[in-house]
């Protein structure tokens, strides 16, 4: 199958399950007093975004339970052990804490818009904003708690979330203090960009897997499919910031290198001796120039360091798919593929 149909596969079965977790996530997360606290709660939830890992975990269970994707019902969805659980409350319950995490990023960073609308902070107040973000992280519990799974599994699934957003802030703190420190080893980013943006998309796969009852084998496995096509994922968006024409990408290209982001490319062109802060001379995005960026990427691109953060997206995906080898050969386990493979493509 060539790579556009790959890619026409997936964004067709993330289409129709958007449709059904955006339903899903208006009954979850209700308009209700007070109602400046729950429109702000539902801001960024309606403001769109493709929901790819509440589709990789319906998917995950749909593979596991070797059925014709979406063919079960997922409020009554059957798990290994011959029950019925609510699979489709697990995957909201990821997509909400990936919303919670988005409204305190955008806070921390101050930054304006977030999904082509005003960020949350913006558009309401900063106050305003927090606890959005607050009601966020305790629904998605809420959520989580309401599948009907055995209870151990239910436990199993509990805990994995709490451990996620504990090592999501773990990544985020590293983040920041990253900008701060004269040296980062390529090694120190990888860690980062595990716990800041990975871990999600393993809980996404190892939840639903908990949930299904599958054995611990078989959860680590699919748990390694997340975080390295997490991984994966973020090294090719610093690729994409670099490479894609700012029309396209909807941001100035080379932001990252404007606004002194350590990056792998980066990492990897200070140990070939690239002097990368003096890469662009811009303070600030408004005011770099295509030919400044077009002229630090031929340096990047001479050191060898946008080749090879591709390489490491393409190991990571590789490998990725490699994890899915415990699941039977079916129409999901090959859809989670060439969710890998988008992962590292996205169309552009």
């Known amino acids: 199958m060539s790579s556009e149909a790959a890619e026409e596969r997936v964004l067709e079965a993330v289409t129709k399950r958007r449709e059904l977790v ?46 014709e994707p979406l063919s079960a019902d997922y409020h009554a969805f059957p798990a290994l052990d011959g029950s019925e659980i609510d699979v489709m409350s697990a995957a909201t319950s ?40 607050d009601t966020l992280y305790a629904k998605a519990f809420e959520l989580l708690s309401e599948t009907g ?3 151990a599994n239910g436990l199993e699934a509990v805990r ?28 120190e980013y990888l860690e980062m960009i595990e716990l800041k943006t990975a871990v999600l998309y393993g809980a996404a796969t190892a939840t639903a897997a908990t949930l299904m009852d599958a054995d611990d084998e078989t959860v680590e496995a699919l748990y390694r499919y997340g975080i390295d096509s997490g991984r994966a994922f973020q090294i090719q ?14 941001k100035q290209r080379g932001s990252d290198l404007v606004e002194n982001k350590e990056t792998l490319i980066t990492l990897h062109a200070r140990q070939q001796g690239v002097d990368v802060d003096d890469l662009v001379d811009a303070n600030d995005v408004e005011s770099v120039s ?54 590292i493509s996205r169309g552009y």
């Open 160 to 187: 994995r979330l709490a451990t996620t957003c504990t090592q999501i802030c773990e990544g985020q703190a590293l983040d920041v203090e990253f900008e701060r420190r004269t040296e980062v080893l390529p090694e």
């Open 149 to 151: 799974a055995d209870p």
């Open 22 to 67: 955006n339903e899903a996530l208006d009954e979850d997360v209700p308009m209700k007093s007070p109602e400046r606290l729950y429109e702000a709660t539902r801001y960024l939830l309606k403001a769109g975004g493709k929901r790819l890992r509440p589709t990789v975990s319906l998917l995950t269970a749909e593979a596991l339970a070797d059925v």
């Open 237 to 250: 968006d610093d690729v994409l910031d670099l490479t894609v024409p700012s029309e396209k990408l909807g």
């Open 290 to 343: 295509e030919a400044e960026i077009d002229q630090a990427v031929a340096e990047l691109d001479a050191a060898g360091s946008i080749e090879y953060a591709e390489q490491k997206a393409q190991e990571l995906t590789a490998n990725a798919k490699d994890h899915l080898d415990v699941l039977p050969d079916n129409e999901a386990r090959a859809l989670l593929c060439d969710i890998a493979d988008y992962l």
């Open 94 to 133: 990821i997509e909400v804490i990936q919303s919670f995490t988005l409204i305190h990023d955008d806070i921390m960073d101050d930054d304006d818009l977030r999904r082509g609308v005003p960020a949350v902070h913006k558009e309401y107040d900063t106050e305003t904003a927090i606890l959005a973000g």
